[in-house]
């Protein structure tokens, strides 16, 4: 077991590299506009995953996707000899469902926002069901004594 500050280095070292060289890696026109958002590597320094998103619409992502897993054995070469560890990681190449979470989070809040709008539209309009004042006052009849009391 590797010590936890060490495999965070590496997997920042990871992320530096790949993203840096991902073009002069894969060298392949259907990978589109990618960004190496985050690298875990588990505590044996065994295994690393590697996350990513994709800017375009869904054909995009799919034809990035499926070239950097076709070139999965590229980018481990790479990261191995500029790394200089004994035992390269394995990469584990996932899309990152971040960027898709806060878009459902930001469509969430908008329609609470619409709600809570409406709602404050139809307060405004609003009276009370009963009296203006429904607190009894000592200028009530019975004053100073509840109903129900014995004094």
């Keep these: 077991m590797a010590d936890p500050a060490r495999a965070r280095k590496i997997a920042d070292r ?3 590299l790949i993203a840096a060289n991902l073009q002069q890696v894969v ?4 990978l589109g506009f990618v960004t190496i958002t985050d690298v875990r590597v588990t505590g044996d320094l065994q295994h690393a995953s590697v996350f990513y ?3 375009g619409d869904d054909d ?4 990035s996707a499926e070239v950097l897993e076709a070139n ?3 980018l481990r070469s790479f990261v191995g000899k500029q790394l ?3 035992l390269t990681p394995t990469l584990e190449i996932l899309p990152d469902g971040v960027p898709e979470n806060a878009s459902h989070i930001d469509d969430l809040l908008r329609s609470a926002r619409e709600r809570d709008e409406d709602l404050a539209r139809s307060r405004a309009s609003a009276s009370p069901a009963g009296d203006a004042d429904p607190y009894r006052t000592k200028d009530d009849e019975g004053e100073g004594t509840p109903p129900g009391s014995d004094a």
Excluded: H, L, N, Y
């Design 60 to 63: 995009q992502r799919a034809r």
């Design 84 to 86: 200089g560890i004994r």
């Design 14 to 16: 990871i992320q530096e």
């Design 72 to 74: 999965r054995g590229k």
């Design 53 to 55: 998103t994709v800017f």
């Design 27 to 30: 060298k392949d026109p259907d």
